[in-house]
């Protein structure tokens, strides 16, 4: 089963109150469920307003540039990286732009948070017999970072970074080392994404 998650309530995914789409799901038959972080347990607005607002910022100031004149350098840049590894990557953010990506992320750490039920909605899985997965493509320090701030780490059995396999979730080659590294049935597998790209590969894969 493959959802896209910012639609619906994750609680109604256990519950089945909140669609009709849900109440079509037979846990017996899931064994794994892997979730994605940014987006779907956490947040968006941290990230969206950490590239978005304070990167260019501070870019503007070390280059002495206008807030708008650091948007139009650097969003065609970033751009150009989507569905890549790099999108993700902080150690290449950080040549590119000659900026401590990984401090600034620091700084701006108290706008980390879950989303409205993701806690309720982990401590629901944590009370059923599924293993839970999280599979992201946050870069290292970022993902230890936000597992610091939001304590999530515990409701896991494995956290696994797409860094490690030198492969995006939007590739078919990060699903393939990824069953091979878990070994997984992607029929038995709920897999719960906030992007339609990553999920299009999964449901391929």
């Known amino acids: 089963a493959i959802i896209a998650w910012p639609a619906f309530s994750l609680m109604a995914i256990i519950d089945g109150n909140n669609s009709g789409r849900f109440n079509m799901i037979d846990w017996s038959s899931i064994d794994t469920v892997l979730l994605d972080m940014d987006g779907t347990l956490l947040d968006l607005h941290f990230d969206n307003y950490f590239w978005q607002v304070f990167v260019p910022q501070k870019y503007a100031q070390q280059h002495g540039l206008s807030f708008e004149e650091s948007k139009t350098a ?4 970033f751009h150009a990286q989507a569905g890549s590894l ?15 990506i990984v401090a600034l992320k620091h700084e701006l750490q108290h706008l980390i948070r879950p989303r409205a ?5 982990l401590q629901a899985l944590a009370q059923s017999d599924k293993h839970v997965w999280m599979v ?22 494995h956290i696994m970074s797409s860094h490690q396999f030198g492969k995006p979730k939007e590739h078919i080659e990060f699903w393939q080392a990824l ?8 029929k038995r597998s709920l897999f719960i994404d906030d992007s339609e790209a ?5 449901n391929s894969f």
């Open 117 to 121: 039920d993701a806690m309720l909605f």
């Open 179 to 186: 069953q091979h590294h878990l070994h997984f049935n992607p």
């Open 136 to 157: 992201t493509n946050a870069h290292p320090d970022a993902l230890k970072l936000k597992l610091s701030v939001t304590g999530i780490a515990p409701y896991f059995h």
């Open 86 to 100: 790099n999108w993700y990557c902080l150690d290449h953010w950080s040549d590119d732009l000659k900026l401590d």
């Open 74 to 77: 650097l969003y065609p840049r």
């Open 198 to 202: 990553v999920l299009a590969t999964a």
